[in-house]
């Protein structure tokens, strides 16, 4: 016998997870359906192992620079394995935890590829027989996949993806990462700080190529204090591999040496041919095209997280859950605006915005004032010796009001939720009392600046 449910949703990474409880909570019946692991990329191969082992690297960094802060340690050395072991040991508590999440709201998980047939059934391929359930909404939250190059195919030994390279066995001695977004920096960040020669090649002008210029240039400095080479303006036209090395050959003929080869240049939504066939879902290129409510154009069919192709981000796919979730159960609900959406890199340092850029506001035609202040000026950054980055502010001019953040420095992406409570507001950020001495002055401060106000600031000519 066939079961049926209320919900059911295919995928349970942040934004599956997230929007079956939400379901559940309003008191309906819900299945996830799970080809892979429970936690999707995020959990598994993505952000928390990577967070875990940045950590480690960050704790190593600390202990080898210990001196300047008046404490002796007689030798700082990586010991790869432990991260490693730190690292899973971490993923696989959150994955128990979230399992068990899960079962507690009386939501049904089945292991296998979800394939939707029809708007109300899911055809689930397993290991031995495949089997069919019934649901009356469903939501898709089928995920992404790392962009693989032409040129520079994936064989998951030399070539990897940023999956293997959070797996690695050994530290390489060489390692180039081609894409120098959020994901290659990161990554440079660990193998850097535990003794590879890292090299970044980024077909763009600058690192970090979704943030302002300012960023990217005072990312690459920083990268370049951990050893790390940044190629920007360049492209990889292929690679050799002989006996476990490989040649990387740059298109302006240069090659570089390297025992990985990391390719991040981005990912690409997950969508059964089948699936999209069955419904006749209207895609938008590689993603699901969604409204604002995150339907699909078949009634009853919502899609949600990386599988939309918009933020790519875990607590994007977490916001639009939550709109899926209340639609899919009676609700009336749209997404807010994507700018609104933190953004988040963790490498050394941090970088975090929400809202506007300068470059946005400059492609908008936008009057606006920028307003800054540095980490060095700070107390508490000066105690902690982490004085390296900047916050700025936007103002629109022509409404006063503060339209977007973006910092670089130590814990920003703690910040970056205080920050997007700026947005939208005016100078009255004076009456705001911030602790002394706290990093979080640095974002008072350009805020203040940004209307100048900035008491630390010298007056504006």
């Known amino acids: 016998m066939v079961e049926k449910f209320d919900a059911a949703v295919i995928g349970s990474g942040p934004g599956g997870y997230a929007a079956a409880i939400r379901c559940a909570q309003r008191g309906t019946s819900v299945a996830v359906v799970e080809k892979g692991i429970i936690g999707g990329t995020c959990l598994n191969c993505g952000c928390i192992p990577s967070k875990a082992l940045l950590a480690s690297a960050h704790t190593l960094l600390m202990a080898k620079h210990a001196a300047v802060m008046g404490v002796d340690i007689a030798s700082a050395t990586p010991n790869w394995p432990k991260m490693q072991a730190r690292k899973d040991a971490i993923v696989g508590g959150f994955r128990k935890g979230l399992t068990g999440l899960i079962q507690a709201n009386k939501i049904k ?7 939707v047939t029809a708007p109300n059934k899911i055809k689930i391929e397993t290991d031995t027989a495949p089997m069919e359930i019934q649901a009356d909404k469903i939501i898709l939250a089928t995920g992404s996949e790392p962009i693989q190059l032409s040129t520079v195919p994936f064989d998951g030994r030399c070539v990897i993806s940023s999956k293997e390279a959070l797996e690695l066995e050994q530290i390489p001695n060489q390692m180039v990462i081609v894409g120098g977004g959020a994901i290659g920096c990161e990554l440079a960040c660990i193998y850097a700080a535990v003794g590879s020669k890292v090299t970044i090649v980024e077909a763009l002008s600058q690192l970090i190529p979704m943030e302002d210029e300012w960023v990217g240039r005072l990312v690459e400095r920083e990268l370049k ?11 990889v036209a292929s690679v050799d591999e002989t006996d476990g090395q490989a040649k990387v050959v740059l298109e302006s003929g240069r090659t570089i040496e390297a025992e990985k080869v990391l390719v991040s240049v981005g990912r690409r939504p997950i969508v059964d041919k089948e699936t999209i066939e069955a419904l006749s879902l209207e895609m938008s290129g590689d993603a699901i095209a969604v409204n604002q409510k995150m339907e699909t154009n078949i009634p009853g069919v919502y899609a949600i997280g990386d599988v939309v192709g918009t933020t790519y981000l875990a607590h994007g796919a977490f916001a639009e859950a939550e709109v899926a979730a209340a639609n899919a159960t009676g609700g009336d609900e749209k997404i807010a605006d994507y700018s609104l959406i933190p953004r988040a890199v963790y490498t050394f340092p941090e970088i975090a915005s929400v809202g506007k850029s300068k470059k ?18 700070n107390g508490r950054s000066a105690a902690h010796n982490e004085t390296v980055g900047e916050i700025r502010v936007v103002r629109d001019n022509s409404t006063n009001r503060i339209i977007g953040v973006t ?3 130590a814990v920003v992406t703690e910040l970056i939720a205080a920050a997007r409570a700026l947005l939208g507001s005016t100078e009255k950020i004076t009456e705001v009392s911030f602790p002394h001495p706290t990093v979080s002055e640095v974002l008072k401060e350009s805020a203040e600046d940004a209307f100048g106000l900035s008491v630390h600031n010298p007056p504006r000519v």
């Not at 998980?109 to 394939?115: N, W």
């Not at 204090?225 to 492209?235: F, P, R, Y």
Request: with cysteine.
């Open 109 to 115: 998980i089945f292991d296998g590829l979800g394939i």
């Open 225 to 235: 204090k951990l050893g790390i080479d940044a190629l920007t303006n360049q492209k």
């Open 360 to 377: 946005m506001c400059k492609d908008q035609g936008l009057d606006v004032t920028i307003g800054r202040s540095f980490f060095k000026a």
């Open 407 to 409: 910092m670089v420095g």
